[in-house]
């Protein structure tokens, strides 16, 4: 099992970021997966989940209405738009399969500031 994000960067607030999770090593599409985050002197944090096959989607409060969590099975990729994004939301963005063995990826940095 691998997952391997990207697409994060320095953007400024009000700025938007779509990450990518490439994911490989087991059947994509029969799996949920999150996005979670880790700012700096704080605790991980789940941001937002999607499920494998009725594609529903959940997010936590403090990004509800601005994140969009979404999959391609076709492409074996679950991706986070990020839009209005604020300086609270500066963390390193770790995709993640929970279920059968709790996999991570490396992480992503964000960093939004002026």
């Known amino acids: 099992v691998q997952l391997v994000e990207s697409g994060g960067g320095l953007v400024q607030p009000g700025g938007s970021l779509r990450l990518s999770c490439a994911a490989s090593?087991?059947?994509?599409?029969?799996?949920?997966m999150r996005w979670y985050r880790q700012a700096p002197g704080k605790e991980r944090e789940w941001v937002a989940a999607?499920?494998?096959?009725?594609?529903?989607?959940q997010y936590a409060d403090s990004v509800k209405g601005r994140f969009t969590i979404s999959r391609d099975n076709a492409k074996n990729t679950v991706y986070l738009q990020m839009n209005n994004l604020k300086p609270e939301d500066t963390a390193v963005y770790y995709c993640?399969?929970?279920?059968?063995?709790?996999?991570w990826g490396q992480g992503t940095q964000v960093t939004v500031s002026s």
């Open positions: 993640n399969r929970p279920a059968g063995g709790d996999y």
């Open positions: 090593g087991f059947t994509f599409s029969s799996y949920a």
């Open positions: 999607i499920t494998s096959v009725t594609i529903i989607t």
